[in-house]
Every structure is written in C-alpha cells, then in structure tokens.
C-alpha cells in the first residue's frame, strides 16, 4: 500500500520566520517528490519537485529529499502572510503514473 | 498558452442523475489525470490518460464511473447515477512529455453536489 503521511496541523508560524513542512512515504520505490500549496477553494498549484537526495532551493522555498529515510520537507523562509494555505506532499512511483497525495498540511503565518 | 480549464465550475445535482465533465489540458500536454478530493483530504487518483489511451483507473473507482479522451486532447469524466458520496471537487491535472519528472498542472476543478 503506498502511503504518504503529513502532520494536518494547524502550522503557525510568525511572519519573517522559516515554516517547516514535513513529509514522509512507505514506498520505497518512490522516485519524484512534489509539493503543491493548495488555498482554500482552490486547486493546487505546483511549487516545486526534487527527485535526487538533497537540497534543492527556489526562491524562498527549499525542497530537501532524504531517500534512505523515505523523508522530504519543505522549508518556506520569510513566511508571508500569504503562504497560509495548505501544503501536500505527492509521491510517484514510477515516472508519469499517478501522484499519491498526502492529507496535507495547513499553514499559518501570524501577521 | 492558458492553463488546464474544466467545465462546469460548480454542479448541483440529485441523487440518482447522471453528470458529465469536460477538462482540457493545457496544450501539447500528452497525459492528463483525473482525481477526486473531499475536505479535508489530498487529492484521490481516479484515472490517467497518455494521448487517447486510458492506461490506468484506480481500483476505488466503482462502474459507474467512466472517462474518455477520444482525440488525445480534452477528456470527459461521467458519473452514472450519482450517490450523496460523490459529493467531491473533481480535479483534472496535464503533465508534459518528455521532461523526465512529469510534473502536474492542475486545473481549477468541478465542484459536485449530490443532493
């Protein structure tokens, strides 16, 4: 069974300060990591993808992929206000099959 | 080049009804994905297309659920005699050929009410 898990929250944050998402998945056979920023309402919108260990870092947004621990996170520096949402994490199996979404995460940014 | 759109926004119908949704991708977009998501969850995938051809469905989807992609390009979505639990925002998603990760582009979705 492929399972992608999120901590639901709420995630509050301050402005200016780092929001740390977290995300992790069963299968092991996982290859590409995204994360999409989903506001209430709304669809999802991409952020950004990573599918090799490490840091990979847009703009404010950092995705970090840790195969070995089956764990990907996002850090959003200098949160905004406008980053509240809600965060999924996706997994894919194989490359171009569906994406397994996680619960997602809220987040806050207190003003 | 505009995003993925679907058609309705909203629907509203009974119990018992059938509804029809239409998606297109955005274009020279060769795979599209249909998914369900209900409050509170991430979305759920129902079905994925590569050009016309339907190459996987989601064991959870029941018969009653059908979609097509007759030309390779925008695809419909039908539910047969709708049941309350359908009630569900019905995501269409395009992913590009040949970029190696087949990111996902997701349209603003079709908000279905079963009452």
């Known amino acids: 069974q492929k399972e992608v898990e999120q901590n639901s929250g709420p995630l509050s944050v301050p402005e200016g300060a780092i929001a740390s998402l977290n995300c992790t998945y069963s299968d092991r056979g996982s290859q590409s990591f995204f994360w999409y920023r989903q506001y209430s309402g709304k669809s999802p919108e991409l952020i950004m993808f990573?599918?090799?260990?490490g840091d990979k870092e847009d703009g404010r947004f950092t995705a970090q992929l840790n195969k070995a621990s089956q764990y990907v996170s996002l850090l959003i520096r200098d949160s905004q206000p406008s980053d509240s949402a809600t965060y999924l994490c996706?997994?894919?199996?194989?490359?171009?099959?569906?994406?397994?979404f996680g619960p997602g995460t809220r987040l806050s940014v207190l003003p | 080049d505009t995003g993925v759109s679907q058609d309705p926004r909203h629907k509203i119908t009974k119990r018992g009804q059938n509804v029809t949704f239409r998606c297109d991708p955005i274009?020279?977009?060769?795979?599209l994905y249909w998914y369900r998501q209900t409050l509170g969850q991430g979305p759920e995938f129902l079905t994925y297309?590569?050009?016309?051809?339907?190459?996987?469905k989601s064991r959870l989807l029941s018969d009653r659920f059908s979609a097509e992609r007759p030309k390779g390009s925008f695809s419909t979505l039908e539910i047969q005699r709708t049941e309350q639990g359908d009630s569900a925002m019905y995501l269409c998603a395009s992913s590009p050929k040949a970029t190696g990760v087949y990111e996902q582009y997701f349209g603003p979705g079709t908000r279905l009410t079963v009452t």
């Open positions: 274009s020279e977009h060769n795979r």
């Open positions: 996706a997994v894919v199996h194989n490359y171009g099959q569906n994406f397994v």
């Open positions: 990573i599918y090799s260990n």
């Open positions: 297309f590569q050009n016309e051809a339907q190459l996987e």
